[in-house]
């Protein structure tokens, strides 16, 4: 099956700082890629969806200005967390779905967990 | 009301049982259905699509029942590598796609 890949998959930050996350498609061009965020015994939820070239729709509730998506090319999406809190530490999780390939599945990276102390 | 709903359990059954999840969901526009696993601390990987005529993988069986909106999973002769959690997957027009909360499973020998 695609793989997707997620850098850094741990990162511990300290309040204030600015955390960015990697997410590339490794044997596939990704048309587009979704970012979600799990919190512990918590379902994931979508935060936003992006399309190469185009920027991010975020839910609703999302801060964008926050959390800033950037989509550079097919197998790249990067996430980053700007001014991270405590209550930001959570499990993000990127996935792509595949340029010819079914429309409605997606293939997961192996999530970050990201620690604000 | 959710717009996709499971019953989070968990559910602990011995080795060999056979069990199963439902999940509803509300939109009766949705066009696709998934069955994702989620094991703990991990992403979660796709198990199975769920079509109206019945999906059969292995000791895997998948049914959806579009009239009631509702999807069914069910897992013959349970191993100890299945526990983990199961999540409901729906995907409407426009290609959201919504995660229910997922139910746990826990096999036991």
């Known amino acids: 099956g695609a793989v997707v890949s997620q850098h850094p998959s741990r990162v511990i930050c300290k309040s204030g700082t600015s955390v960015k996350i990697e997410c590339r498609s490794l044997?596939?061009?990704?048309?587009?890629m979704f970012w979600y965020r799990q919190f512990p015994k918590q379902s994931l939820m979508l935060m936003a969806t992006?399309?190469?070239?185009?920027?991010?729709?975020?839910e609703q509730g999302v801060e964008k200005d926050k959390f800033l998506i950037n989509h550079a090319s097919l197998t790249l999406s990067t996430l980053t967390v700007t001014s991270a809190h405590p209550e930001d530490s959570s499990f993000y999780i990127c996935?792509?779905?595949?340029?010819?390939?079914?429309?409605?599945?997606?293939?997961f990276g192996p999530g970050t967990r990201l620690t604000v102390t | 009301r959710k717009e996709v709903e499971q019953d989070p359990g968990p559910f602990n059954v011995p080795e060999g049982a056979t069990v199963a999840f439902n999940c509803t969901y509300s939109?009766?526009?949705?066009?696709?259905f998934f069955w994702y696993r989620q094991d703990c601390r991990k992403e979660p990987k796709l198990l199975m699509s769920v079509y109206s005529s019945g999906n059969e993988d292995g000791r895997f069986t998948a049914q959806l029942n579009r009239a009631s909106q509702y999807i069914s999973l069910l897992i013959r002769d349970s191993k100890l590598s299945d526990s983990a959690t199961y999540l409901c997957?729906?995907?409407?027009?426009?290609?959201?796609?919504?995660f229910g909360a997922g139910t746990r499973l826990f096999v036991k020998a």
């Open positions: 996935s792509a779905r595949s340029r010819g390939g079914s429309l409605y599945e997606q293939y």
């Open positions: 044997d596939f061009q990704a048309t587009t």
């Open positions: 997957v729906v995907t409407t027009g426009g290609f959201k796609t919504i």
């Open positions: 939109n009766s526009a949705s066009q696709s």
């Open positions: 992006s399309n190469e070239g185009s920027k991010a729709t975020y």
